[in-house]
């Protein structure tokens, strides 16, 4: 098992960046495919960046590639999204995730954080 928190979501303007952390407690999440996702009001769950099983390649869809980093420090147990070039679009509540398959499905996953809310203002 494994408990997700993520933090680091507020208010930006349009163009500024912001950086998300997701902590992993209860059990490392190294044995884990770690990952990322969206939801904004009356939207389906969208899926933004994850690394593969390997835990170190990683992909990203298509509204964010560019704009968006994945990382982690395992050492610190600590996964991270840095975004940038922030749009109003991607206004939304941010869930870290956690599954078991090589690559990060949204029915795949097993593990939710609680989501921090990111708001992009114009």
């Known amino acids: 098992q494994v408990q997700l928190v993520e933090s680091g979501g507020g208010l930006v303007q349009a163009g500024g960046s912001l950086r998300l952390s997701c902590a992993a407690s209860g059990r490392s999440f190294t044995g884990y495919t770690m990952g990322w996702f969206r939801q904004a009001p009356g939207k389906e769950r969208e899926f933004v960046a994850a690394f593969t099983w390997t835990g170190i390649s990683t992909y990203s869809g298509d509204s964010v590639k560019g704009r968006f980093t994945i990382s982690r420090d395992n050492a610190k147990n600590t996964m991270y999204l840095q975004m940038n070039s922030l749009k109003p679009e991607d206004t939304a509540v941010y869930y870290c995730?956690?599954?078991?398959?090589?690559?990060?499905?949204?029915?795949?996953?097993?593990?939710w954080g609680q989501g921090t809310q990111v708001t992009v203002s114009s």
């Open positions: 995730a956690a599954g078991n398959s090589y690559y990060l499905r949204l029915q795949g996953v097993d593990y």
